[in-house]
């Protein structure tokens, strides 16, 4: 345990040198009950055992079609490309993620709101929440790259100052998510696991992180662990369907070759009671357009 110079206790050192253990997980993945929301028991228990959970048909037909044309203004809209939220592609150029696109589209922060989705925010998380950080990944036809293997908690934790895995990712698909056009691959349980990563954080890493992760990886040797452990399973599903998963469950997704979109909607939801501190593994703190410390509950 290393004890950060702001006196908070760090249960889940990274960005470490030399080699480090993987963590058993000391925190619940899932702090509320069938009773505080709208999700049944039978689906939180599976939440709590794999560390994500699908609904599908989250957005009628009717709505996917209205946020997919707020996603295709947005990705057109030439003032907004040279905004630092906006990242694009390494190699393309294409649009790649669009950060804090809860607060650039109305429509979108309307979907923070709503019921379906910021009830369920709140029962998995015990607690009153407030955005983290939401986005837009594009995953462009023929030219989308994928995620490489990380848990996002790791990086929040480490670049951001969050405490505790008491976050969790609503992924909205506003296009079919097939198996073959970049769909998130996730380690069913993985999140009772954390892997430290090897490696220190270079100063402004978010700007080239963003398009390419190579520090906060987990070594190949944790990843073949727990994938033996663990499994593989593919988040596939028409558009309007949403996969809920946990802040430290492992996933990555693949390169997208095909003619076919990958694009999700991202809202990120932390429990007020897992406010950001300083950064457990870098000198200092990612911008607010990544890492919301704004901790005001959100409330309808
Ligand atoms: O660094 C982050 O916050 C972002 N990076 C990845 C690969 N997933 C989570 C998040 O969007
Ligand atoms: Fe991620």
Redesign the pocket.
């Known amino acids: 345990m290393t004890i950060m110079d702001t006196g908070i206790e760090d249960a889940y050192p990274t960005r470490v040198t030399g080699a480090a253990e993987p963590i058993e997980r000391t925190d619940p993945t899932v702090w509320g009950t069938e009773a505080d929301g709208p999700i049944d028991a039978a689906t939180l228990a599976s939440h709590d055992a794999k560390g994500y959970h699908i609904v599908e048909g989250l957005l009628s037909p009717g709505e996917v079609q209205t946020y997919w044309r707020e996603l295709v203004r947005l990705s057109g809209d030439e003032a907004l490309k040279a905004d630092e939220r906006v990242i694009t592609e390494k190699v393309s150029g294409e649009v790649r ?1 669009i ?1 804090e696109v809860h607060r650039i589209s109305a429509l979108i922060g309307e979907l923070v709101l709503d019921p379906r989705i910021l009830d369920r925010a709140r029962q998995i998380l015990g607690s009153e929440v407030y955005i983290h ?1 939401s ?1 837009v ?1 594009y995953m462009p036809g023929f030219k989308g790259t994928g ?2 293997w ?1 848990s ?1 908690f790791e ?2 934790h480490a ?2 100052g969050m405490p505790k895995p008491r976050a969790v ?1 609503c992924s909205i698909a506003l296009t079919d998510n097939y198996p073959f056009n970049g769909g998130l691959m996730v380690m069913p349980g993985s999140q009772r696991t954390f892997v430290p990563c090897v490696g220190q954080t270079p100063d402004d890493y ?1 700007k080239s ?2 398009r390419q ?1 190579d520090i ?1 990886v987990p070594r190949e040797e944790d990843i073949t662990a727990l994938a033996a452990e663990h499994g593989i399973e593919q988040f596939t599903g028409p558009a309007g369907s949403a996969l809920w998963f946990d802040s430290n469950v492992m996933h990555g997704s693949g390169n997208n070759i095909t003619p076919y979109p990958r694009s999700n909607i ?1 809202l ?1 939801f932390n429990s007020v009671e897992n406010a950001l501190t300083a950064p457990f593994g870098a000198a200092k703190p ?1 911008p607010p357009f ?2 919301s410390r704004d901790f005001t509950p959100i409330t309808r």
């Open positions: 993620s950060f950080q986005r990944n995620f490489y990380h996002d990086t929040w670049e951001d990712s978010y992180s963003l992760q906060g991202f990120v990612r990544i890492a």
